[in-house]
C-alpha cells in the first residue's frame, strides 16, 4: 500500500451471525408461490398457497425495520422463472472477506445463483464458486474460525469437503440432521460468542454434547421449531428480528437480555423459510 493512502473497505466480511449487520441483500418475493412442494412446510399449505400481496407487505416490513436500524438492504430484482428467489440466503454466503456462490440442490431453484453473479459483476464484487456437489447457504454457519455445514440432504458431502480443502486455516464441522428439517438454520442458530438458539431433537448426541460445550443452549420447542422459531436474524448488539408467532421463543430470548424486534412473516414462512433464509449478509463488523 502506497503511503498516505487509506485501505478501501471490505466489499464482504462476515466473521459470525451476529456483528453489528452492515449491508444485506434480500429478494422481493413478487414472484412467489409453492409451484413444486421441495419441503415438508410447502406440503401442509401448497393447496392454499402464497398470498403475494401480503408476502410483499411482510417483506417491505422486514426491509424498513433493517433500514430503521441503519442497515444498508440491498433488493437483488426478482425474476418470475425463480418462485423461491426471496430466500436469498440459500444462493450464496460470505465466510470471513470472501463471497461463496452456492450450487443449488432443488432444479426448480437451479439458475438463481446466475442472478446473483451478475449482481456481484456489476458490483465490483468478487466472489468464487463451490465447484463439486451441491450447497446451500442456509446450511452454512460462520463464527469465528469454526464454520458449521448441515449434513441434511440440501448440502453434499462433495461440497463440504471441497470447503475444508479451501480453506485449511478454518475448522470446518459437518452436523448431520434428518432431511425433513430442510437447512441448519432452521434448527441451530449462533446469537452471540456465548449463547444458540437450537431444536435439540434435529441433533445425535455427539453433536449436542459439542455444541453445549461451547454454546448456552436456548431450546425452541417442536411447534415453535415448525413455526421456524430457530430462524432469527441477528443484526448485532443482541438485536434480533423473530416472527411473534413464536412466543416461548421471543420470552426467553428476552431473558437472555437479547431485545427481540417482531415482525409478522406468517405468509412467507408458508414457503419453508424466515429471517435468516430471506437475508444474505454482505458485510457485518
Not at 30 to 50: G, H, L
Not at 98 to 111: A, L, N, T, V, Y
Not at 258 to 275: D, M
Amino acid at each position: 500500500m502506497i503511503m498516505g493512502m487509506t485501505q478501501a473497505p471490505p466489499l464482504t466480511r462476515c466473521w459470525s451471525e451476529y456483528d453489528t449487520l452492515q449491508r444485506v441483500l434480500l429478494c422481493p418475493p413478487r414472484f412467489m408461490e409453492i409451484r413444486e412442494v421441495i419441503n415438508q412446510t410447502q406440503r401442509r399449505f401448497a393447496r392454499k398457497n402464497i398470498d403475494r400481496e401480503q408476502a410483499e407487505r411482510q417483506h417491505r416490513n422486514l426491509v424498513n425495520t433493517l433500514r430503521d436500524h441503519q442497515v444498508d438492504v440491498v433488493l437483488l430484482e426478482p425474476d418470475s422463472r425463480f418462485p423461491e428467489q426471496v430466500f436469498t440466503r440459500d444462493i450464496g454466503f460470505v465466510l470471513g472477506p470472501q463471497m461463496f456462490i452456492s450450487r443449488m440442490d432443488e432444479p426448480i431453484r437451479q439458475g438463481e445463483e446466475t442472478r446473483l453473479e451478475v449482481w456481484l459483476q456489476d458490483e465490483g464484487i468478487p466472489f468464487t464458486s463451490v465447484d463439486t456437489g451441491h450447497i446451500e447457504g442456509g446450511d452454512v454457519i460462520v463464527d469465528g474460525d469454526k464454520i458449521y455445514i448441515g449434513d441434511g440432504g440440501r448440502t453434499s458431502h462433495k461440497a463440504i469437503d471441497e470447503l475444508r480443502r479451501r480453506l485449511p486455516h478454518l475448522e470446518v464441522i459437518s452436523l448431520p440432521f434428518p432431511e425433513k428439517y430442510l437447512h441448519l438454520d432452521c434448527i441451530f442458530n449462533p446469537l452471540s460468542p456465548r449463547e444458540a438458539l437450537i431444536y435439540p431433537p434435529a441433533f445425535v448426541d455427539s453433536d449436542l454434547a459439542r455444541l453445549a460445550a461451547r454454546y448456552h443452549l436456548i431450546e425452541v420447542s417442536k411447534e415453535e421449531q415448525f413455526q421456524l422459531g430457530t430462524n432469527v436474524l441477528s443484526i448485532g448488539n443482541r438485536k434480533l428480528i423473530s416472527q411473534p408467532s413464536n412466543p416461548e421463543v421471543n420470552a426467553r430470548l428476552r431473558r437472555h437480555d437479547f431485545t427481540v424486534l417482531e415482525v409478522n412473516f406468517s405468509e412467507i414462512v408458508k414457503s419453508g423459510g424466515a429471517f435468516r433464509c430471506c437475508t444474505l449478509p454482505l458485510l457485518r463488523r
